[in-house]
Nanobody, 122 residues
Framework: EVKLVESGGDLVQPGGSLTLSCAAS????????MGWFREIPGKEREGLAVIERDGRISYTDSVKGRFTISRDDAKNTMYLRMDSLKPEDTAKYYCLADDKCRTRLGLWVGYWGQGTQVNVSS
C-alpha cells in the first residue's frame, strides 16, 4: 500500500524559504515517478517538479530556479526546497507517486497525501 505524508507547510514572508517533506511508504523509487503539485481553490492542479525513475528532474517554468526537488532514498523521504517565495505560491502542496509516470503527459495523478498548506504573506 502506497502512503504519502506531506509536512512542513507554514506561513512565510515574501522572499522567504521553506522546505516541504514527503514521507513515503510502499514506494520503490526505481519504479515510481515522484513529484510535487499544488492546488489553489478554484484553480487547476499545477504540477511543479518531478523526479523520473532514472533520477532525471524537471520543473514547471513558474518555479524553475526557485524550487528544488530532492529525495533521500535511505529515509524514503522526498523534499521540496522553496526559495524566493511569492504570494502567488500560496497553495496546498501535495507530493505525488505514479508508477505510470503520467506527468510526462501533463497528468499529475496517481497517489498523493493529505497535503500541507503554504501561505506566503507579509
Amino acid at each position: 500500500e502506497v502512503k504519502l505524508v506531506e509536512s512542513g507547510g507554514d506561513l512565510v514572508q515574501p522572499g522567504g524559504s521553506l522546505t516541504l517533506s514527503c514521507a513515503a511508504s510502499g514506494v520503490t523509487y526505481s519504479t515510481y515517478c515522484m513529484g510535487w503539485f499544488r492546488e489553489i481553490p478554484g484553480k487547476e492542479r499545477e504540477g511543479l517538479a518531478v523526479i523520473e525513475r532514472d533520477g532525471r528532474i524537471s520543473y514547471t517554468d513558474s518555479v524553475k530556479g526557485r524550487f528544488t526537488i530532492s529525495r533521500d532514498d535511505a529515509k524514503n523521504t522526498m523534499y521540496l526546497r522553496m526559495d524566493s517565495l511569492k504570494p502567488e505560491d500560496t497553495a496546498k502542496y501535495y507530493c505525488l507517486a505514479d508508477d505510470k509516470c503520467r506527468t510526462r503527459l501533463g497528468l499529475w495523478v496517481g497517489y498523493w497525501g493529505q497535503g500541507t498548506q503554504v501561505n506566503v504573506s507579509s
